[in-house]
């Protein structure tokens, strides 16, 4: 009987690029105009740098999303439109204030810009017809991740119900959908944020530099550190002050916290991350902390 020495098996990071591989492959072959939802984070760009893999030398055959809530970090802007540029893939913006100009989001004073996102990003999604987004969440970040399949089913009106999800068994997707119906994929479900910055160091990936140790002008509000910015107006007592600190996770300018960090290499953000008790959702994206169920009650109007 052969047997498989043990330097022929995949390492971890092997088997997980393998398996994102494969659903990007997948996602190609089956839905017909597939697109991938890009924020500029590390995510985004893992799953950037994965679909640049699955299809090369090929291009990546399909658009990449963004709705920019007019709030992004700049150096996150900056380097998503250099692997536009790089790879050559077509970029879709799908813009919040011109959602609210064209009439797409009623009472838009009343909304919170963050779930401004949702119907922005819904009608992107109906407007160019793509019948699948690429989706950089995780299951380890948040409980209502856990709970969501790869192929994560969206009805017609782009909601998501945590009840009535496709089983998965043996890795067989199901993709059929009726008309108006689209699915969100998730290609790197299984991986964690350990995983991710592991991935990075060793392929080499440029990030936006935000995610290394530098100095910034930040104040506390809500038990975390945020960004001085006139989009941010101090509210009483709060107090900005320099720290050297990173950010673990790349949102809106207004909700997105950074920690105090001299992590400035990737060994060194891998050394922190692995003794990390809280995901960096929880520990720095105020706009999961509304209610206990926040991600959960968005993801099933429409957020990523």
């Not at 089983?167 to 991710?196: A, K, Q």
């Not at 790349?250 to 400035?264: F, N, P, Q």
């Not at 520990?283 to 206990?292: L, M, Y």
Request: charged share 30%.
């Amino acid at each position: 009987m052969t047997q498989t020495h043990s330097d022929y098996r995949l390492s971890q990071l092997d088997q997980l690029e393998a398996e994102s591989i494969h659903i990007f492959r997948e996602v190609a072959a089956e839905f017909e105009k597939p697109v991938l939802m890009f924020s500029g984070g590390k995510d985004s760009i893992v799953m950037l740098r994965l679909a640049e893999k699955a299809f090369y030398p090929a291009k990546i055959p399909f658009s990449i999303l963004q709705v920019d809530t007019g709030l992004d970090f700049p150096e996150v802007m900056e380097t998503r439109d250099r692997w536009v540029a790089r790879l050559g893939v077509n970029l879709v913006v799908a813009s919040i204030d011109d959602a609210i100009k064209n009439g797409i989001i009623p009472d838009a004073a009343k909304i919170s810009r963050n779930r401004l996102q949702i119907p922005t990003l819904l009608n992107a999604i109906e407007e160019n017809g793509f019948t699948a987004a690429f989706g950089g969440g995780r299951r380890d970040e948040e409980k209502a991740r856990a709970k969501e399949r790869v192929y994560s089913h969206r009805d017609e009106f782009g909601q998501w119900d945590p009840k009535n999800q496709r089983p998965e068994l043996w890795s067989l997707y199901n993709g059929r959908l009726h008309e108006g119906e689209h699915m969100r994929i998730f290609p790197i479900s299984n991986w964690t944020e350990l995983d991710v910055w592991d991935y990075i160091g060793r392929e080499g990936i440029e990030i936006p530099s935000i995610y290394y140790s530098h100095q910034r002008r930040v104040f506390v509000r809500d038990g975390m550190l945020m960004s001085e910015t006139p989009l941010n107006p101090l509210r009483e007592g709060e107090v900005v002050e320099e720290r050297t600190v990173r950010f673990r996770t790349c949102g809106d300018i207004t909700l997105t916290g950074c920690v105090e960090s001299t992590a400035s290499t990737i060994a060194e953000i891998i050394d922190e991350v692995a003794v990390a008790r809280k995901t960096e959702r929880g520990a720095t994206r105020g706009d999961d902390r509304f209610s206990e169920a926040a991600m959960e009650d968005r993801k099933k109007e429409g957020y990523f």
